[in-house]
T-cell receptor
Framework: GAVVSQHPSWVICKSGTSVKIECRSL??????MFWYRQFPKQSLMLMAT?????????EQGVEKDKFLINHASLTLSTLTVTSAHPEDSSFYIC???????????????FGPGTRLTVL | ELKVEQNPLFLSMQEEKNYTIYCNYS?????LYWYRQDPGKSLESLFV?????AVKQEGRLMASLDTKARLSTLHITAAVHDLSATYFC?????????FGGGTRVLVKP
C-alpha cells in the first residue's frame, strides 16, 4: 500500500517552454502532497506544500508564479514549471501523506521522481 | 529555523566492519526518518522514529533517536556492498520534513 507515482519519469525541454509533472497517490487518498527539488549530489529541498482544493504554500525563495501547483483531487497534484530555464534542471520528487499510514503520523510516501533537463 | 546536519558526508566502508552515521538537529522534534537513495532513484523509507529512546533494526541497519540530545544515529553492522547508497535523515516539524545533507556510503570489498 501507500504507492505514489509520478509522470513523466524524465523530460527534456527547450528553454522558455513549460513542463507539467503529475503526482498521484495510487491506493490512498492523500490529505497533503509535497513537492521537493534535488540538485545533483545535494539533499532534498521542500518547494511547496499543497492540500486538495486550496492554494499551495510555498517555501521561502520559491517563486510561486514560476512553479505552479494544482491539487485538484485527493489523489492528484501537478507541478508546472513555467518558462523553464537551464537552471531549473533538477530532480523533482513529490510525496503524499495520509493519516492512515502504519505509523499513523502523517508519514510521507515518496514518488519515484521526475528528472527535468532544460536545454 | 530548523537545521539538520549529518556527518560524515562521505563514508568509505570496508566490508564486514561497523560504522555509524550521525544526524543532529536544532529544534525539538520527536519524529525522525531515515531514508536510502540509490543513484538516479527516489527515496526508500528505512526507519520511522517516533519517540525518545526509540530504536529500530532491520537487517544490518539500526537507528536510534535521542530527542533530548537532538541526535539520531544510523548504525551499520558488518557492511556489505549492497549497502552502498546515500542515506538521509529527515526531521518532521509541523508535518514538514527538513532533510540532512546526506551521507554517501561506498562499501569496498
Amino acid at each position: 500500500g501507500a504507492v505514489v507515482s509520478q509522470h513523466p519519469s524524465w523530460v527534456i525541454c527547450k528553454s522558455g517552454t513549460s513542463v507539467k509533472i503529475e503526482c498521484r497517490s495510487l491506493d490512498f487518498q492523500a490529505t497533503t502532497m509535497f513537492w521537493y527539488r534535488q540538485f545533483p549530489k545535494q539533499s532534498l529541498m521542500l518547494m511547496a506544500t499543497s492540500n486538495e482544493g486550496s492554494k499551495a504554500t510555498y517555501e521561502q525563495g520559491v517563486e510561486k508564479d514560476k512553479f505552479l501547483i494544482n491539487h485538484a483531487s485527493l489523489t492528484l497534484s501537478t507541478l508546472t514549471v513555467t518558462s523553464a530555464h537551464p537552471e531549473d534542471s533538477s530532480f523533482y520528487i513529490c510525496s503524499a501523506t495520509t493519516p492512515y499510514s502504519r505509523s499513523g503520523n502523517n508519514e510521507q510516501f515518496f514518488g519515484p521522481g521526475t528528472r527535468l533537463t532544460v536545454l | 529555523e530548523l537545521k539538520v546536519e549529518q556527518n560524515p558526508l562521505f563514508l568509505s566502508m570496508q566490508e564486514e566492519k561497523n560504522y555509524t552515521i550521525y544526524c543532529n538537529y536544532s529544534t525539538t522534534s520527536d519524529r525522525l526518518y531515515w531514508y536510502r537513495q540509490d543513484p538516479g532513484k527516489s527515496l526508500e523509507s528505512l526507519f520511522v522514529l517516533l519517540s525518545n529512546g526509540a530504536v529500530k533494526q532491520e537487517g544490518r541497519l539500526m537507528a536510534s533517536l535521542d530527542t533530548k540530545a537532538r541526535l539520531s544515529t544510523l548504525h551499520i553492522t558488518a557492511a556489505v556492498h549492497d549497502l552502498s547508497a546515500t542515506y538521509f535523515c529527515a526531521v518532521d516539524l509541523s508535518n514538514k520534513l527538513t532533510f540532512g545533507g546526506g551521507t554517501r556510503v561506498l562499501v569496498k570489498p
